[in-house]
């Protein structure tokens, strides 16, 4: 693949009743209802209001047969009010009632975790080779019967492996891997290909976006290796609500999308799951729109760099700065007509701080270390000279320990690259006016490796935007990219609002970079939610909003809430209705706990394990 220019992945139509996906039809965006599925009149108001927000598809959890059939329902009273859009059902734990739905609705949504396949346990099981091809025979009988009832009745189908659902048979296999996910996925498919069923869409998601950032990556390869051509439905799951949602589902999502990669979104936020829409409208229109027919980039890929395994790229540390060093936040204060930053609710001040010409007087109240242009640095402790390209000359006589070089990979010419090979101590403060901005950015870290450079690399990114969530989606999209290819030494972001700095916190916690407060892993709900999520979740982060770098769980349901919330601290998953479990990582700790009392109860075991 084209890693620095915009090419969308090629892959085949599939049609879901009277909407077309994949093979080079515009971007579909869903979302998923949270009533009752048995609530007939419920489910067709919040569908409509889905529908009406600008969802293409909208999915319905079927956790029975009685949820199942009343789809039918459901649908008849969508088409008599109008409505016409493709319902999915949303099915795990039980291949029947996937059987009922394929013959009454569009598209079915199966999860290979727990199709044929027990609830996961996280037992540790073994399988000789005779017993694995057994497992895979029983699954490939079953999955037949369902894609015969697919066909007969034109039915699309998703299969969607989730993180947090992984079998047991899988996990002992692979592991709790991103090779495990494709493999879970792949077995699916390659029954599909085999009974000749090509009406099927693939998601992989989890709410870890390293994982799910590579997991896909991984599935298009193997895919292509494969000779499969499926397209893909991403999102990030239980990504959480409000900003953290917003951004930690554009730093997913909008890598992915920036490589071409995807047909159908869904940005998952435990929110009303009509406010998704227009999230995932945004994310997708700038992710598409700048980037479609963008100049060419004329860059050539370092060879040292793996797409499918990235790992850290290797740097020089100057000061705090790359090396082994966590990404740092700089501060843009060098415009004084911008807002002036704010940290409040526990955001950190940044580690440093760029002036332009003028440093303030009040400069060590601000920051902990400040950046000045080079011109107008008098050497004073803590402070640090900024150049540019046309200044270079004056680099060797400068005495800083530490100096910045702000540069865009049109200006990385031999003359640069020889005074940076010289000058080990200079940081890149990297940027880009192009349309596609992380592939030229992409581009210059690429030629510096080529160059055998390791300076380390801050992104400056800037906006011109007033609305802090379409500022916070575009950031953080433009990002992903280039802090899961690993390098992301630092971050500024300019922008007209005052939350640029604590955006930037956002981002590199999104992308597991830095973490720098706790990290809320809530699912969307659906219905299956067993009590109150968006109050709980707004309770329990009223209490913990200030410790520092804990992941808390919040989990409506036990389809994916101890998985996909494995490698969190602490976690609060519907049992039963009106009960909790709650988690101290992946062990229960305590179960059937009333709902009115287990919020307390959570911040309970927090206080008594010293971390409150």
Known sequence: ??????????????????????????????????????????????????????ADLVRLTTQGTREAENLRNIRAELDRRGYHTPLVADVHFNPNVADVAAGIIEKVRINPGNYVDPARTFKSLEYTP?????????????????????KANGTALRIGVNHGSLSDR??????????????????????????????????????????????????????EREGMDFPLHLGVTEAGEGEDGRIKSAVGIGALLADGIGDTIRVSLSEDPEQEIPVAYKLASYVFGTRSGHPRIPALACLKFDWLHPQRRPTCPVLNIGGEHAPV???????????????????????????????????????AAAIVDAPSWTGEAGTYPAFVPDYLMFVSQCSAKAKFLFLSYVQLNE????????????????????????????????EM???????????????????????????AA??????????????????????????????????????????????PG????????????????????????????????????PGEMADADYGYVGAGPGQVSLYRGKVCVERGIPTAEAVDRLLALIERDGKA
């Open 1 to 54: 693949m084209d890693l620095f220019n915009f090419n969308p992945r090629k892959s085949h139509e599939v049609k879901v009743g009277n909407t077309l996906m994949g093979g080079g039809h515009p971007l579909r965006l869903q979302s998923m209802t949270t009533t009752l599925t048995t609530d007939t009149e419920a489910s067709v108001e919040q569908c409509i209001r889905i529908i009406e927000a600008g």
């Open 130 to 150: 005779e017993e694995y091809a057994a497992e895979l025979e029983r699954l490939e009988t079953r999955f037949k019967k369902l894609i015969d009832i697919c």
């Open 170 to 223: 899988i996990m002992c296999h692979y592991g709790d891997t991103p090779a495990g996910i494709v493999e879970s996925c792949m077995e699916f498919l390659r029954v599909c290909m085999k009974e000749q069923f090509l009406n099927v869409a693939i998601s992989i998601k989890a709410s870890n976006t390293v994982v799910m950032v590579q997991s896909v990556r991984l599935l298009v390869e193997a895919m």
């Open 329 to 367: 936040v700089m501060s843009y204060q060098a415009d004084t007509r911008l807002a002036a930053p704010t940290y409040n609710g526990g955001v950190p001040h940044p580690d440093y701080t760029y002036f332009g010409e003028n440093l303030p007087s009040d400069w060590k109240k601000r920051t």
């Open 415 to 446: 003359e640069v690259k020889a005074c940076l090979k010289y000058h080990p101590e200079i940081v890149i403060i990297a940027q880009s006016n192009h349309p596609n901005r992380s592939g030229e950015l992409r581009a210059l870290v690429h």
């Open 449 to 475: 490796g080529n160059a055998g450079l390791t300076n380390p690399v801050v992104f400056f990114q800037q906006y011109a935007d007033r609305e802090k969530e379409d500022f916070q989606i575009k950031a």
């Open 478 to 523: 433009d990002m992903g990219t280039l802090m899961f290819d690993g390098f992301t030494d630092g971050l500024m972001l300019a922008s007209p609002l005052a939350e640029r700095d604590e955006t930037a916190f956002s981002i590199l916690q999104a992308g597991r970079l830095r973490m720098t407060r706790t990290e809320y892993i809530s699912c």
């Open 526 to 561: 659906c219905g299956r939610t067993l009590y109150d999520l968006q109050s709980t979740i707004a309770r329990i982060k009223a209490a913990t909003a200030h410790l520092k770098g804990l992941k808390i769980g919040v989990m409506g349901c036990i389809v994916n809430g």
